[in-house]
Protein backbone atom coordinates (compact mmCIF):
# COMPACT_ATOMS: atom_id res chain seq x y z
CA UNK A 1 0.00 0.00 0.00
CA UNK A 2 1.78 3.55 -1.19
CA UNK A 3 0.62 5.74 2.04
CA UNK A 4 1.61 8.97 0.23
CA UNK A 5 -1.33 7.93 -2.09
CA UNK A 6 -3.83 6.46 0.26
CA UNK A 7 -7.36 8.14 1.07
CA UNK A 8 -7.93 6.61 4.99
CA UNK A 9 -10.88 6.25 7.04
CA UNK A 10 -10.27 6.27 10.88
CA UNK A 11 -12.67 6.49 13.18
CA UNK A 12 -12.04 7.67 16.71
CA UNK A 13 -9.80 9.72 14.94
CA UNK A 14 -10.26 13.19 16.92
CA UNK A 15 -7.87 12.10 19.66
CA UNK A 16 -5.96 9.78 21.33
CA UNK A 17 -4.34 6.86 19.36
CA UNK A 18 -6.99 7.40 16.68
CA UNK A 19 -5.33 11.24 16.54
CA UNK A 20 -1.53 9.78 15.88
CA UNK A 21 -2.57 7.73 13.52
CA UNK A 22 -4.30 10.46 11.17
CA UNK A 23 -1.55 13.19 11.76
CA UNK A 24 1.22 9.93 10.55
CA UNK A 25 -1.27 9.39 7.47
CA UNK A 26 -1.38 13.09 6.60
CA UNK A 27 2.45 13.61 7.68
CA UNK A 28 2.90 10.59 4.88
CA UNK A 29 0.75 12.81 2.30
CA UNK A 30 -2.48 10.99 2.08
CA UNK A 31 -5.96 11.86 2.65
CA UNK A 32 -7.79 11.04 5.82
CA UNK A 33 -11.50 11.26 6.55
CA UNK A 34 -12.06 11.51 10.59
CA UNK A 35 -14.79 9.81 12.03
CA UNK A 36 -15.58 10.81 15.91
CA UNK A 37 -18.73 12.03 17.28
CA UNK A 38 -20.26 15.60 17.01
CA UNK A 39 -19.23 16.44 20.29
CA UNK A 40 -15.53 15.76 19.45
CA UNK A 41 -12.26 18.09 18.67
CA UNK A 42 -12.87 16.61 15.06
CA UNK A 43 -13.05 20.21 13.70
CA UNK A 44 -10.02 21.42 15.24
CA UNK A 45 -8.20 18.72 14.52
CA UNK A 46 -9.35 19.43 10.42
CA UNK A 47 -8.39 23.15 10.71
CA UNK A 48 -4.34 22.09 12.44
CA UNK A 49 -3.65 19.87 9.79
CA UNK A 50 -5.28 21.37 6.51
CA UNK A 51 -6.98 20.02 3.43
CA UNK A 52 -5.96 16.53 3.65
CA UNK A 53 -8.03 15.82 6.66
CA UNK A 54 -11.69 16.30 7.02
CA UNK A 55 -14.08 15.73 9.54
CA UNK A 56 -17.01 13.47 8.98
CA UNK A 57 -19.35 13.71 12.63
CA UNK A 58 -20.50 9.85 13.50
CA UNK A 59 -22.04 8.05 16.20
CA UNK A 60 -20.24 4.08 14.97
CA UNK A 61 -23.10 2.87 16.87
CA UNK A 62 -25.36 4.03 14.32
CA UNK A 63 -25.65 2.02 11.25
CA UNK A 64 -27.65 4.63 8.91
CA UNK A 65 -25.07 7.03 10.17
CA UNK A 66 -21.87 5.05 9.26
CA UNK A 67 -23.72 4.63 5.91
CA UNK A 68 -23.88 7.70 4.73
CA UNK A 69 -20.51 8.60 6.13
CA UNK A 70 -18.82 5.97 4.47
CA UNK A 71 -20.63 7.04 1.13
CA UNK A 72 -19.95 10.76 1.32
CA UNK A 73 -15.94 9.97 2.01
CA UNK A 74 -15.76 7.00 -0.85
CA UNK A 75 -17.26 10.11 -3.12
CA UNK A 76 -15.20 13.07 -2.02
CA UNK A 77 -12.11 10.90 -2.22
CA UNK A 78 -12.79 8.87 -5.42
CA UNK A 79 -12.55 5.91 -2.98
CA UNK A 80 -10.67 4.40 0.37
CA UNK A 81 -7.79 2.72 0.31
CA UNK A 82 -7.20 2.26 4.43
CA UNK A 83 -9.60 1.94 7.01
CA UNK A 84 -8.26 2.20 10.69
CA UNK A 85 -10.86 1.40 13.89
CA UNK A 86 -9.81 3.22 16.39
CA UNK A 87 -13.17 4.58 17.97
CA UNK A 88 -14.02 2.71 21.46
CA UNK A 89 -15.43 3.28 25.09
CA UNK A 90 -14.29 1.07 28.25
CA UNK A 91 -16.61 1.55 31.00
CA UNK A 92 -15.92 -0.50 33.94
CA UNK A 93 -18.05 -2.49 35.84
CA UNK A 94 -17.68 -5.73 38.31
CA UNK A 95 -20.47 -8.61 37.72
CA UNK A 96 -22.09 -7.92 41.10
CA UNK A 97 -21.96 -4.53 42.70
CA UNK A 98 -21.43 -3.67 45.95
CA UNK A 99 -25.17 -3.67 46.46
CA UNK A 100 -25.28 -7.26 44.75
CA UNK A 101 -26.90 -5.83 41.75
CA UNK A 102 -26.06 -7.71 38.92
CA UNK A 103 -24.00 -6.31 35.59
CA UNK A 104 -25.59 -3.80 33.99
CA UNK A 105 -27.26 -5.82 30.51
CA UNK A 106 -27.95 -2.40 29.08
CA UNK A 107 -24.30 -1.25 29.61
CA UNK A 108 -22.93 -4.54 28.60
CA UNK A 109 -24.70 -4.34 24.74
CA UNK A 110 -23.65 -0.81 25.16
CA UNK A 111 -20.32 -1.52 25.17
CA UNK A 112 -20.29 -4.32 22.41
CA UNK A 113 -22.09 -1.93 20.39
CA UNK A 114 -20.19 0.82 19.85
CA UNK A 115 -16.58 -1.44 20.11
CA UNK A 116 -17.59 -4.51 18.17
CA UNK A 117 -20.32 -4.01 15.96
CA UNK A 118 -19.79 -0.43 15.19
CA UNK A 119 -16.05 -2.09 14.28
CA UNK A 120 -17.58 -4.59 12.02
CA UNK A 121 -20.02 -2.26 10.85
CA UNK A 122 -17.25 0.65 9.91
CA UNK A 123 -15.10 -1.77 8.15
CA UNK A 124 -18.40 -3.76 6.06
CA UNK A 125 -19.12 -0.57 4.00
CA UNK A 126 -14.96 0.19 3.69
CA UNK A 127 -14.68 -3.22 2.28
CA UNK A 128 -17.73 -3.02 -0.29
CA UNK A 129 -15.79 0.46 -1.19
CA UNK A 130 -12.36 -1.16 -1.46
CA UNK A 131 -13.14 -4.00 -3.48
CA UNK A 132 -13.89 -1.60 -6.42
CA UNK A 133 -10.41 -0.08 -6.55
CA UNK A 134 -7.74 -0.98 -9.30
CA UNK A 135 -5.60 -3.22 -7.60
CA UNK A 136 -1.99 -2.61 -7.14
CA UNK A 137 0.78 -4.55 -6.83
CA UNK A 138 0.00 -8.67 -5.95
CA UNK A 139 -3.71 -7.31 -6.55
CA UNK A 140 -3.95 -5.14 -2.83
CA UNK A 141 -7.29 -3.37 -3.26
CA UNK A 142 -7.32 -2.17 0.37
CA UNK A 143 -5.68 -2.31 4.16
CA UNK A 144 -7.93 -2.69 7.25
CA UNK A 145 -6.26 -2.38 10.79
CA UNK A 146 -8.37 -2.62 13.81
CA UNK A 147 -7.38 -1.63 17.35
CA UNK A 148 -8.50 -4.33 20.24
CA UNK A 149 -6.21 -4.39 23.67
CA UNK A 150 -3.88 -6.67 25.88
CA UNK A 151 -7.64 -7.26 27.86
CA UNK A 152 -8.71 -9.45 25.21
CA UNK A 153 -6.16 -12.11 26.67
CA UNK A 154 -5.90 -10.68 30.19
CA UNK A 155 -8.85 -8.79 30.99
CA UNK A 156 -9.01 -7.20 34.44
CA UNK A 157 -11.40 -6.92 37.20
CA UNK A 158 -14.36 -4.95 35.90
CA UNK A 159 -13.46 -5.26 32.52
CA UNK A 160 -16.40 -8.28 31.60
CA UNK A 161 -17.81 -6.03 28.70
CA UNK A 162 -14.76 -4.34 27.34
CA UNK A 163 -12.38 -7.65 27.01
CA UNK A 164 -15.32 -9.34 25.43
CA UNK A 165 -15.54 -6.97 22.83
CA UNK A 166 -11.93 -6.60 22.35
CA UNK A 167 -11.83 -10.33 22.42
CA UNK A 168 -14.31 -10.06 19.63
CA UNK A 169 -12.02 -8.20 17.62
CA UNK A 170 -9.48 -10.26 17.86
CA UNK A 171 -11.58 -13.57 17.14
CA UNK A 172 -12.86 -11.81 13.96
CA UNK A 173 -9.15 -10.58 12.44
CA UNK A 174 -8.15 -13.90 10.63
CA UNK A 175 -12.02 -15.11 9.59
CA UNK A 176 -13.33 -11.63 8.01
CA UNK A 177 -9.32 -11.04 6.17
CA UNK A 178 -9.44 -14.77 4.69
CA UNK A 179 -13.15 -13.30 3.75
CA UNK A 180 -11.62 -10.51 1.81
CA UNK A 181 -8.49 -12.29 0.80
CA UNK A 182 -9.99 -12.61 -2.72
CA UNK A 183 -10.78 -9.18 -3.21
CA UNK A 184 -7.07 -8.05 -2.09
CA UNK A 185 -8.17 -6.51 1.11
CA UNK A 186 -5.85 -7.09 3.96
CA UNK A 187 -7.32 -7.41 7.45
CA UNK A 188 -4.84 -6.54 10.81
CA UNK A 189 -5.72 -5.57 14.30
CA UNK A 190 -3.00 -4.34 16.94
CA UNK A 191 -3.00 -5.33 20.67
CA UNK A 192 -2.20 -2.01 22.59
CA UNK A 193 -1.25 -2.18 26.09
CA UNK A 194 -1.55 0.68 28.76
CA UNK A 195 -1.22 3.70 26.48
CA UNK A 196 -0.34 7.74 27.33
CA UNK A 197 -3.31 8.89 26.13
CA UNK A 198 -5.61 11.59 27.11
CA UNK A 199 -7.71 9.81 29.94
CA UNK A 200 -4.45 9.36 31.75
CA UNK A 201 -2.96 12.83 31.06
CA UNK A 202 -4.07 14.14 34.59
CA UNK A 203 -3.86 11.09 36.44
CA UNK A 204 -1.49 11.58 38.87
CA UNK A 205 2.34 10.44 38.81
CA UNK A 206 2.07 7.45 41.57
CA UNK A 207 -0.88 5.94 39.49
CA UNK A 208 1.24 6.20 35.91
CA UNK A 209 3.48 4.69 37.46
CA UNK A 210 1.83 1.53 38.75
CA UNK A 211 0.70 1.20 35.26
CA UNK A 212 4.07 1.53 33.34
CA UNK A 213 5.09 -0.99 36.05
CA UNK A 214 3.20 -4.08 34.10
CA UNK A 215 5.76 -3.45 31.49
CA UNK A 216 8.89 -5.37 31.29
CA UNK A 217 10.97 -2.91 28.89
CA UNK A 218 10.91 -0.08 28.32
CA UNK A 219 9.21 0.88 31.97
CA UNK A 220 6.53 3.29 30.67
CA UNK A 221 3.76 4.09 29.12
CA UNK A 222 3.36 3.29 25.57
CA UNK A 223 3.07 6.28 23.35
CA UNK A 224 0.33 7.19 20.54
CA UNK A 225 3.33 7.74 18.32
CA UNK A 226 4.60 4.39 18.48
CA UNK A 227 1.15 3.40 18.23
CA UNK A 228 0.94 5.09 15.04
CA UNK A 229 4.15 3.79 13.73
CA UNK A 230 2.81 0.14 14.03
CA UNK A 231 -0.36 1.16 12.30
CA UNK A 232 1.48 2.92 9.39
CA UNK A 233 4.03 -0.44 9.11
CA UNK A 234 1.25 -2.78 9.14
CA UNK A 235 -0.59 -0.85 6.27
CA UNK A 236 2.32 -0.67 4.86
CA UNK A 237 3.92 -4.53 4.35
CA UNK A 238 1.98 -6.76 2.15
CA UNK A 239 2.96 -9.43 3.94
CA UNK A 240 1.23 -9.04 7.24
CA UNK A 241 -2.50 -10.11 7.11
CA UNK A 242 -4.71 -11.83 9.54
CA UNK A 243 -2.89 -11.28 12.66
CA UNK A 244 -3.11 -9.66 15.71
CA UNK A 245 0.13 -7.70 17.26
CA UNK A 246 0.47 -6.85 20.66
CA UNK A 247 2.06 -3.20 21.46
CA UNK A 248 2.99 -3.69 25.18
CA UNK A 249 6.55 -3.63 26.20
CA UNK A 250 6.08 -7.16 27.24
CA UNK A 251 3.74 -6.62 29.85
CA UNK A 252 0.82 -8.63 31.45
CA UNK A 253 -2.16 -7.46 33.10
CA UNK A 254 -2.77 -8.44 36.71
CA UNK A 255 -5.88 -9.35 37.76
CA UNK A 256 -6.24 -5.74 39.54
Known amino acids: MDISHS ?7 ASGLGLAVVERLVAAGG ?12 AEVVDRLGDSAVFVPVDVSDTEGVAEAVAHVAEAFGGIDVNVNCAGIAPAAR ?9 SLDLFTAVLTVNLVGTFDVMRRCAAIMADNEPGPDG ?6 NVASVAAFEGQVGQAAYSASKGGIVGMTLPI ?18 MET ?37 VGNMFINGETIRLDAGGRLPPH
Not at 32 to 39: E, M, Q, R, T, W
Not at 186 to 191: E, F, G, H, L, S
Open 7 to 13: RSVVTGG
Open 31 to 42: QVAIFDLPSSAG
Open 95 to 103: MLGRDGEPF
Open 140 to 145: ERGAIV
Open 177 to 194: ARDLASRGIRVNTVAPGI
Open 198 to 234: PLLAGAPDELKESLAAVSVFPKRLGLPDEFAALVLHV
